[in-house]
């Protein structure tokens, strides 16, 4: 088989012949073939295993067809160097057991070596690229400050953030402190996945949508500008072509102009923005990736197919789509039905993009 | 005590000497005077129980100075009526326990009566108007047809609405009669509490937020729209200067285009939108209600004022402008703050407001 290129291509904004499709969260529960490994092994345990890890993430390439390969990890991996006693309870997500509440816990917080701390990234990602030479490109990835952040300070997944934003507003030199630990921390780990091969870089925001634009712009993406531009430099020096960088900022779609102040290759977008709407507000010079409801999986085949086709003659021929779920795909998601999605999404795009190319 | 008409006169759009404010939840669990009250009651109980549902929601209007009372209740209050199991199960909110999935329980579903089946509510108002003669305008609420109809699908609280979302995709008919039947409740329902003395109607859509715009405007729009047009013509055969309508959809604020389709009067916005935009995307015939993050309350002082001065000042002199939270008041919110916001509102609107007025 020869390596499939085209989401390497798309990620670089070069005109496409047919649309790239991955999936947030793609090597993970809704696959029987991932659920038969994790009955076996931790959540973090699979994280720091680099062959459970490389395991998990050929599965969706092999047996759901996508364009890219993302490393099967978290986004809270550098937690434990940084001091941070994470665990995953069974079925409820991370429990951070010390969290950041005052501006000790944030002195005594360490800024995690790559190697040291999270090798086994390192190592799965080596692996991976030599697995995956005639397949399809790798994604690494890591959580952005402000997600770590509100993360290690609620101590566990909220909707409130109310002792995050209270040290951010009541303590801003703890704040940043503190988001500079995290920033250190996130730059020198992806700069050591560009290093171990990682083709394409994401940055995840996941919590980012829980902060008035106001907040953002003030708190938050000076260190988001940070990263990506540092990310960006490392990449340049590392692959002749650069690295692309796509950054995911969940739910903030209101405050779209202001993310995409943070720099970067591509924007990634959640389903709560109308794709033609998103064409408009976000700058040629950037790729776009998302943007289906991840419920859609759960729609009829006929439904899912014309949101498919929604989003993809809302881009029409501008150069740098990805097409993705607006956020992960869902646990309890059939696979049958995203391999659908993929096909629809191969299928139009190629009707679509074709002329754009020959 | 004179009638302070502030809020009444904003909701009308009409141009006013300061900015009136009240808070979603401003009857709730941050008081220490509602806990008391709670500690000895259930939930449901004090919604149907017209005397402590008239003592908490004075509550805030003597004890924090909000400029509008607004009925303690909840948004599912007619699900009983309408034959679906309702309880709220100790700190974990509703659970339904007879949740709708086939089209034939759609079909066993009724109607709710608005009197015989919460004669409480209009009984609670009508107490109310009496005692708040001399105080403030009275608010009555609803939840809208998606945010209901998503809660007796999914029978419980959930960032997902898979089965919700499945119904509305692959039973187009049973989502029709479902949605017609909610539209025919709350429109039952809020006309009832205006013949019952509401002087301003609410519309809560709190879960669309999690729609796309290509779903709200196809499966949700029309029936909100109706249920807005038949309950505004109901004010208007009642009170001859009409009852204000608020349209509070949460979380829906990359679409708020589509949102102001559906009509009404003030359109409430939560606080991922930055005012100024806000002010930019709303068609003047709108007054606006919002939008503070409700975690501000956990901000220092200074920080607090700061925020609240920004929100006033994007709105400037538009007529129609209602202050509250982007969302619900937090449980763990100090009174003390609260009072202190509506002070920065008043002070600052006071400063900015009185030369249109004069």
């Known amino acids: 088989m020869a390596f499939n290129d085209l989401f390497l291509r798309a990620a670089r904004k070069e005109q496409t012949e047919r649309t790239p499709v991955w999936m ?6 809704y696959m029987e073939e991932y659920r038969a490994i994790r009955s076996k092994h931790g959540f973090l345990e699979m994280c720091r295993t680099p062959e459970l890890a490389v395991e998990v993430t050929l599965q969706p390439v092999d047996l759901v067809g996508v364009d890219a390969a993302i490393l099967f990890s978290d986004i809270l991996v550098s937690f434990t160097g940084m001091g941070l006693d994470l665990t995953f309870a069974k079925g409820e997500g991370p429990v951070i057991h010390n969290p950041i509440r005052t501006t000790s816990d944030v002195e005594r917080l360490r800024v995690a070596d790559p190697i040291d701390d999270t090798g086994y990234v390192m190592d799965a990602l080596k692996i991976l690229r030599g697995e995956l030479v005639d397949k399809v490109p790798l994604i690494g990835f890591a959580g952005a400050p ?9 101590g566990q997944g909220t909707r409130d953030y109310e002792n995050c934003k209270a040290l951010m507003w009541g303590n801003p030199k703890a704040w940043d402190m503190l988001m500079t630990k995290f920033s250190d921390t996130v730059i020198a780990y992806m700069q050591a996945q560009i290093d171990a091969g990682a083709q394409v870089m994401q940055l995840f925001d996941s919590w980012v949508g829980y902060v008035a634009p106001r907040d953002y712009e003030r708190y938050i993406l000076p260190y988001t500008t940070r990263v990506i531009a540092e990310v960006k430099a490392h990449g340049d020096k590392v692959v002749p072509e650069g690295v692309p960088l796509i950054h995911f900022a969940n739910g903030a779609t209101s405050m779209i102009d202001l993310v995409q102040k943070a720099g970067g290759d591509v924007v990634g977008i959640d389903w709560r923005l109308d794709m033609k709407k998103a064409v408009e507000l976000i700058d040629p010079k950037f790729g776009i990736q998302g ?51 993929i096909s629809y999404v191969h299928t139009h795009s190629d009707r679509i993009r074709g002329g754009a190319v020959s």
Chains 1, 2 share one sequence.
Not at 24 to 29: C, F, I, K, L, V
Not at 146 to 154: D, G, K, Q, V
Not at 308 to 333: C, D, Q, W, Y
Request: overall charge negative.
């Open 291 to 341: 943007n289906i409801d991840p419920v859609a999986l759960f729609a009829p085949d006929e439904e899912l197919e014309q949101m498919v086709v929604e989003i993809l003659e809302a881009v029409g021929t501008r150069p740098g789509h990805i097409f993705n779920l607006g956020h992960g795909i869902h646990k309890t998601s059939d696979p049958e039905k995203a391999r659908k999605m």
């Open 146 to 154: 402000f997600t770590l952040a509100s993360y290690a300070i609620e």
């Open 24 to 29: 947030m969260r793609q090597a993970g529960r």
